[in-house]
Nanobody, 125 residues
Framework: QVQVAESGGGLVQAGGSLRLSCAAS????????MGWFRQAPGKEREFVAA????????YYSDSKKGRFTISKDNAKNTVYLQMNSLKPEDTAVYYC??????????????????WGQGTQVTVSS
């Protein structure tokens, strides 16, 4: 059974940092792209960042470039999202997802087959 599970969310003050983790299990993910998305209350789920398991190449939404960093640990089958200089508008539920469909960059929600339950990130002003 394929599982994707996020952890590491919490409450942080504006300007602070958090590192989210995404543990993937249940199959070989070497052909997958791993993506981070987020959804704020009353808003649609939006793309944050993605990484290719095979090549390690990364892609970010424009507004996250420079503040967020996605990385992976092959040995642990875990993907990370390091978030720095957090702002109140970064408050959202953050989701990790795995998928093999579509093309690069994998920004479309529909290209991901497996999703975690999400982890809440709250940034106070």
């Amino acid at each position: 059974q394929v599982q994707v599970a996020e952890s590491g969310g919490g409450l942080v003050q504006a300007g602070g940092s958090l590192r989210l983790s995404c543990a993937a299990s249940g199959r070989t993910f070497s052909s997958d792209n791993m993506g981070w998305f987020r959804q704020a209350p009353g808003k649609e789920r939006e793309f944050v960042a993605a990484i290719s398991w095979s090549s390690g190449r990364t892609y970010y939404s424009d507004s996250k470039k420079g503040r967020f960093t996605i990385s992976k640990d092959n040995a642990k089958n875990t993907v990370y999202l390091q978030m720095n200089s957090l702002k109140p508008e970064d408050t959202a539920v953050y989701y990790c997802a795995a998928g093999r469909r579509g093309s690069w960059p994998p920004v479309s929600i529909s290209w991901y087959d497996y999703w975690g339950q999400g982890t809440q990130v709250t940034v106070s002003s």
